[in-house]
């Protein structure tokens, strides 16, 4: 009991990091001795210092003799600082509890060296909410891709705009304070160029204090998408990646490169579209672990065709706009319902006046 306890406090202090730490995961570390806790750290923004450095130093002498509560894997190797499980080893603690194992080969064997040290470790101590916490960087180890949230706001009939474009607001000033903070906690926000180019979207998170901007992300084939717009105008305050196909003008490259936005070319696919599942790789292989993406329908469709979207996050709004609005997802050529991505329902939540309603890739497929 006690060691579930102090493991849920590690994975509520890792949480705190999502967002701020890629490409590493988000690790919490809570050190307790003598039912005390003597230290606690999450990893730093930016990835260094870890959660075991942090907690370590915040105890001092007093992590000799205790026990120390990760929900990852101490790492095993050599990188800008030395391995965390050699730290642990150092410090005298007495016993380890860790939650998950480290799925990156070069990282992992901490909890072998610890027991080689005399340390004594203890494994698999919420297990499945420690994978949930750590699912982005998971997913780019084993699959080598971002986890994908998928969010739309929707009307009741499933439209996300009326047949004229106008979208703001069909949910409610609560679900926009909720979507930003889902965006603090994602790596990068996304949208297609078709809602750049319409929108003028700022993709920052606003109205909660000072916090760490996600990365903005925009594909767009041909880099058509004024420069001049909040996003170019903006981009050397809070990156911009733009991606873009191989045969995007050089004059576009050009000029999105002064704006200081960050251009990330990948291949195209059938209808000289961009490959929406060889762009999700080329953001995963730049370090990023979590991707939020608002939209709109053309590139929802994109994304759930390539089965890259791990959970849906869908906003509704009590209000009905007709068969004539923009339908939430575009086309994607399905003919027999076997053929459509499934999802299980994760949970449903009322939000001021709105719903949320979260839809989770079946756990079969997340393990």
């Not at 701020?20 to 919490?28: Q, S």
């Not at 370590?56 to 800008?80: F, I, K, S, W």
């Not at 936005?261 to 060889?278: E, F, M, N, S, Y």
């Amino acid at each position: 009991m006690d060691d579930t306890r102090w493991m849920r406090l590690a994975l509520s202090l890792g949480a705190r990091g999502l967002g701020r730490v890629w490409p590493n995961p988000a690790v919490g570390c809570v050190l307790v001795r003598d039912g005390r806790v003597v230290g606690r750290g999450w990893t730093a923004p930016g990835g260094r210092p870890h959660a075991e450095v942090v907690a370590l130093a915040q105890a001092g002498d007093a992590a000799q003799g205790a026990t120390a509560y990760v929900t990852l894997e101490p790492c095993n190797h050599q990188g800008t600082t030395g391995p965390c499980a050699e730290a642990l080893i150092a410090s005298g603690v007495a016993r380890v509890v860790i939650a998950a194992r480290d799925p990156n080969r070069i990282a992992a064997g901490g909890a072998a060296r610890l027991r080689a040290a005399g340390v004594e470790v203890v494994e698999g101590v919420l297990e499945r909410e420690a994978a949930d916490a750590h699912r982005g960087f998971f997913k780019v180890q084993r699959d080598l891709l971002p986890m994908v949230t998928l969010k739309l706001a929707t009307s009741i009939d499933g439209r996300i705009a009326t047949a004229s474009g106008e979208s703001q607001w069909i949910t409610g000033p609560e679900a926009r304070r909720w979507v930003h903070g889902m965006r603090m906690r994602h790596d990068a926000v996304m949208v297609g160029a078709g809602t750049a180019r319409a929108d003028d979207p700022g993709l920052t998170v606003r109205g909660l204090g000072a916090v760490h901007q996600p990365v903005r992300v925009v594909l767009s084939r041909r880099l058509d998408v004024p420069v001049d717009g909040q996003l170019g105008r903006t981009a050397r305050d809070v990156p911009v990646w733009m991606v873009h196909g191989p045969d995007a003008p050089g004059s576009a490259q050009e000029a999105w490169s002064k704006t200081g936005a960050r251009l990330v070319k990948t291949q195209t696919g059938p209808g000289g579209q961009i490959d929406v599942h060889a762009a999700m790789m080329e953001l995963a292989k730049a370090g990023l672990t979590r991707v939020f993406c608002e939209g709109g329908g053309t590139l929802a469709a994109a994304l759930l065709s390539v089965d890259v979207v791990d959970d849906l996050a869908l906003f509704g709004g009590g209000l009905a706009l007709g068969a004539e609005g923009v339908p939430a997802i575009g086309a994607m050529g399905i003919a027999a319902l076997g053929e459509a991505p499934r999802f299980t329902l994760e949970s449903v939540s009322p939000v001021g006046l709105d719903s949320l309603v979260i839809w989770r890739r079946p756990a079969a497929d997340v393990d």
